[in-house]
């Protein structure tokens, strides 16, 4: 241990006895233990949320065989080139975008059924105006199942679980040759139906949205679209989950243990006050959703659902864009989930075989126990934030005074479910939240830290003990 851990230690000694001897208004907090483990990956295990019995069996449900059949089934439309036929003749035919939306639609009411009508299958339609990849005004439809929470005070939070079921092909404008499309994005369709059939057997308070959507590879319209329409409408969307290229492609170097989570550092939507914030006080690593791909790492701890999610601190990778942007851009926290290593010879190329190099996105490069342990991180994220409190609502750091305590204040969770708060905080410089404190059912909380040396956040838990996405305060008076 350095100086700076022998430092703290000593630090925390006499804050120790401070704190013995102090009156407490409302929760007064020291961590000496945890100071001396700060670089400790095993501190972290602190701020992670004991598994919930029943989610964890709902996991068993996901079926691998299920997936590919699923992949396989969207794979035999030929193209889902979102400039596709999608006329009756088409659909009938069983070839195209048109097609493939209306077996979703099918598979998404068959799920329904089977739950009692527990899903409302829905489409979102717009006309798609043309552009550098639209050759003529074309209809867009988003296909999505709701999962409407069963408690009143809490079925307008939502989470929200997407794919994009369009395809493509080396030449963005070939709608009658094969796109099979199986990883991209077959899987995140698939992931989204999965979801969908293994949830909608369980109850949860909150809302949750399983969504399919068009035209993601002429730019992204279906989601943007959509986001947009959530966004007027006023939808509280607490998550966005984008599940894109997600088949584990088979190739020698693929790390199959291993799931991306990449998620946007400063927001997209930051307007010009919370940007003076964030460069004064460095909150350029904690936006929502940076929240939500820590809360996944935090899931993939608890739950052993067959793959480990690695957090990637960017937006998404290098001249790559993807659906969960659209989110961002309307200041929703979204993330992306995508495979460890992608074969770039299996995207996006027509299907042939040069030089002894097989081109194409075909479904036998497509590794479908992996798709299903994404799933299963998908439905553990999904179930845990659809059952636990709301994040607790005006997080403040009392900042009037010059001291070198911490004080934070918030309002109760909107919703009822919280029963009591937790403080979490990590130095700057840490990737993960390092340590965890109970506070009980309070609203204000003071702990001996210096706030101008760590970050906090708060969270809310329920009486089960699921946790809400963690919330950073604002600098407050
Ligand atoms: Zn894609």
């Not at 199986?182 to 698939?190: E, F, L, V």
């Not at 900042?399 to 204040?409: E, W």
Request: hydrophobic share 40%.
């Amino acid at each position: 241990m350095g100086t700076f851990g022998e430092l703290m230690s000593k630090t925390f000694d006499v804050v120790k006895h401070v704190v013995k001897s102090a009156l407490l208004v409302a929760a007064v907090v020291a961590g000496a233990e945890c100071w001396a483990q700060a670089q400790n990956s095993a501190a972290r295990e602190g701020a992670t949320t004991p598994p919930d019995p029943q989610i964890a069996a709902a996991l068993q449900q996901v079926s691998a065989k299920r997936i590919q059949a699923n992949i396989e089934k969207l794979v035999s439309f030929g193209t889902r080139s979102t400039l596709s036929v999608q006329d009756a003749a088409g659909m009938a035919a069983g070839r195209g975008i048109g097609a493939a939306r209306l077996w979703i639609q099918a598979e998404l009411e068959q799920y329904s059924k089977e739950c009692g009508g527990c899903l409302d299958v829905e489409s979102y339609r717009f006309v798609q105006q043309p552009g550098e990849r639209v050759s003529k005004p074309t209809e867009l439809t988003d296909v999505y199942a709701v999962l409407k929470g069963a408690d009143p005070a809490n079925n307008k939070r939502i989470v929200l679980v997407t794919g994009h079921y369009d395809s493509r092909n080396s030449d963005n404008f070939d709608i009658k040759g094969d796109a099979p499309g199986a990883n991209d994005d077959a899987s995140g369709t698939a992931v989204s139906l999965e979801c969908a059939r293994v949830l909608s057997k369980m109850k949860f308070p909150a809302t949750i949205i399983f969504l399919t959507v068009a035209g993601e590879e002429q730019g992204l319209y279906g989601s943007q679209h959509f986001a947009r329409m959530a966004k007027e409408s006023n939808w509280n969307l607490e998550a966005v989950l984008n599940n894109d290229i997600v088949g584990g492609d088979k190739s020698a170097e693929q790390d199959h243990a291993v799931v991306r989570v990449f998620s946007e550092g400063v927001p997209q939507a930051a307007k010009d006050q919370e940007l003076r914030r964030i460069r004064g006080l460095g909150g350029e690593n904690d936006s929502g959703s940076r929240q939500l791909a820590r809360y996944i790492a935090d899931v993939g701890r608890a739950y052993e659902v067959g793959v480990k999610p690695m957090l990637v601190f960017r937006l998404d990778r290098y001249l790559r864009g993807g659906d969960h942007y659209s989110f961002n851009q309307e200041g929703f926290s979204a993330v992306r989930f995508t495979e460890f290593r992608e074969d770039f010879n299996h995207q996006h190329q027509n299907v042939r075989t040069e030089n002894g190099v097989e081109y194409g996105d075909l479904p036998k490069f497509v590794d479908y126990d992996y798709v299903a342990a994404v799933a299963r991180l998908n439905a553990a994220t999904l179930a845990l934030l659809a059952s636990g409190p709301a994040p607790p609502a005006n997080v403040s750091l009392v900042t009037k005074d010059l001291d070198n305590d911490s004080t934070l204040t918030w309002d109760v969770s909107p919703g009822g479910l919280a029963a009591r708060y937790e403080v979490l905080w990590r130095a700057t410089t840490s990737p993960e939240w390092e340590h965890v404190q109970k506070v009980g059912n309070v609203t204000r909380a003071t702990l001996k830290l210096s706030k101008d040396n760590v970050i906090f956040a708060v969270r809310a838990i329920d009486g089960q003990g699921h946790a809400s996405l963690p919330v950073v305060p604002a600098p407050g008076r």
